[in-house]
């Protein structure tokens, strides 16, 4: 792979240093946004105490920056969502060091968007050179055994495979396909033409889930943007952070990262409030861009049957319906999504290992992985709750 002598590299060790990139490329998803990554930052939820060493990479030509892809350096997994447990384990059985390994990722964020943000004037074909040159300096410079980059949006992946097909192997990428679940607008005007579009037995399933609650005096309240306030964040915490003290471990974001995206980005945040006779019970706090719902966080001070499904899952799909968005991404895993209106839909990751025999076995994996992969999708397309169209038998959407 031939590297441009006119570009040259960066390792950053802050997101401010790529402050001009982010306004050129104006990136529409919310944790793609400059104040997303400042708050991580600014509130040390990523760093070296937190094992997300920051070594963003950032490219220049004639002193001008021309893109940016985030990286950190990590001894574990914890906060990916994609799992190569295996592949550590296969290195220790060799007597081969797994850690530290690279990471290009939203931190805690399984959601598939950009990974290398580029300014309007160049291309990924003209960066990726360099970009890759990078990363195996970096790989050599701390020893490092891989280097990983999740959740890629359609063009990235795409570049990925034309990559894997026009170079020689040691250039070349493992690509690894998963399954998530997604809810799609079918230009829906209200919830009832949502649960229209179900099955009868899952339309009454759904009716019966959100009577139980309404029968318990649950309700709940939705709170947008610069209304958000400062309590409403505080219990919200309370909630969220209770989620993981209940499994004895710590949360991975705290209470000032929330307040601060609530300051700096407001226009991209959502919270839902739940409430038994008038007592606050749950909360849940979603992102929005222009198209997009995301689920990300919740959790409850009391727990109730369904109140998960009701605070995560159709207060979003209301809310969705209500603002013409096209999609609700309610966050990683759980079949029981497919039952309330969610599709599945593949996500993608690439990998690429130092180690040339590694880097094989790694590919054969991704390879038989994907088999496995695609009968779980055609067994979960087939449990979606929608009406069958009799023509070609599939879900209607």
């Known amino acids: 792979m031939q590297v441009d002598l006119s570009y040259q590299f960066k390792i950053l060790s802050s997101i401010e240093q790529a402050a001009i990139l982010f306004e050129q490329s104006k990136p529409a998803q919310p944790f793609l946004q400059f104040e997303f990554w400042q708050a991580l930052e600014q509130q040390a939820v990523i760093g070296e105490r937190t094992g997300w060493i920051i070594s963003h990479i950032l490219i220049e030509q004639a002193g001008q920056p021309i893109a940016w892809m985030p990286l950190f350096i990590k001894s574990h997994h914890r906060g990916e969502y994609v799992f190569?447990?295996?592949?550590?384990?296969?290195?220790?059985?060799?007597?081969?060091?797994?850690?530290?390994?690279?990471?290009s990722s939203v931190p805690f964020t399984p959601v598939t968007g950009e990974r290398i943000l580029l300014a309007p004037t160049h291309s990924l074909v003209q960066?990726?050179?360099?970009?890759?040159?990078a990363v195996q300096q970096v790989v050599?410079?701390?020893?490092?055994?891989?280097?990983?980059t999740l959740f890629l949006d359609q063009p990235l992946l795409e570049f990925f495979q034309r990559q894997n097909q026009n170079n020689e192997q040691a250039d070349q990428l493992a690509i690894r396909q998963h399954c998530q679940f997604l809810w799609t607008n079918q230009n829906y005007r209200e919830f009832e033409d949502f649960l229209a579009?179900?099955?009868?037995?899952?339309r009454k399933s759904i009716k019966v889930e959100r009577q139980r609650l309404a029968e318990?005096?649950?309700?709940?309240?939705c709170i947008e943007g610069i209304d958000i306030s400062v309590d409403d964040i505080e219990f919200f915490y309370e909630c969220y952070a209770n989620t993981y003290y209940v499994r004895g471990q710590k949360?991975?974001?705290?209470?000032?990262f929330?307040?601060?995206?609530?300051?700096?980005?407001?226009?991209?945040?959502m919270l839902i409030k739940a409430y038994q006779q008038e007592k606050p019970i749950a909360s849940a706090l979603f992102f929005k861009d222009g198209q997009t719902l995301y689920g990300r966080y919740w959790g409850a001070v009391e727990h109730l049957n369904c109140l998960h499904f009701e605070v995560c899952y159709y207060q979003g799909i209301e809310y969705a319906i209500k603002q013409q968005l096209a999609f609700f991404d309610p966050g990683t895993q759980g079949e029981h999504k497919l039952i309330r209106g969610f599709a599945p839909v593949y996500t993608y990751s690439a990998h690429w290992l130092a180690q040339?025999?590694?880097?094989?076995?790694v590919q054969r994996f991704c390879e038989q992985e994907k088999l496995h992969t695609q009968a779980y999708y055609a067994a979960a397309l087939a449990s979606t709750p929608f009406k069958q169209n009799d023509e070609t038998n599939k879900p209607i959407v």
């Open 258 to 269: 929330f307040l601060q995206l609530v300051q700096q980005m407001p226009q991209h945040l």
């Open 251 to 256: 949360p991975y974001l705290t209470q000032a």
């Open 216 to 221: 318990q005096q649950v309700t709940s309240q």
């Open 140 to 148: 050599e410079q701390y020893q490092a055994s891989s280097w990983h």
């Open 84 to 103: 190569d447990h295996s592949w550590a384990d296969a290195y220790a059985r060799h007597g081969l060091d797994y850690y530290p390994r690279l990471v």
């Open 197 to 202: 579009a179900l099955t009868a037995k899952k």
């Open 356 to 361: 040339p025999d590694f880097m094989q076995a």
């Open 127 to 133: 960066v990726w050179p360099i970009i890759f040159n």
